[in-house]
């Protein structure tokens, strides 16, 4: 993690992660398998930080927004994917899945 002077007298924030998705998960859910999650809790922190009223995975899961922020976190990671040499029906294949794993109403 990264913290340095921004442009504008704020802070600029960067974190960089690396993490090994083996099987069974990576063929079913690709890099979105890790990324989706450090994508919420990267949300989570966002919102915290702006004083805003923290909203837990499930109560996330059930809004629109957070149904839309999934769906373009896994497309985002599927684009990773294919830009680092996925073959395009499996990152295809892998992003709906998250999608579907990362959105699915809480039981």
Known sequence: ???????????EFE???AAVVE????????????GVGWDLYLLALA?????SK???????QKSSEGREFIRRSAASWGEAHLVAGGEPGQVAAAVEATTEF???DPA
């Open 54 to 60: 923290s909203i837990g995975h499930e109560e996330l």
């Open 47 to 51: 919102r915290m930080l702006a004083g």
């Open 1 to 11: 993690m990264r913290l340095t002077p921004g442009p504008a007298g704020d802070t």
């Open 15 to 17: 974190l960089v992660h």
């Open 102 to 104: 990362c959105s699915a």
């Open 23 to 34: 099987d069974p998960l990576f063929p079913v859910y690709g890099p979105g398998a890790g």
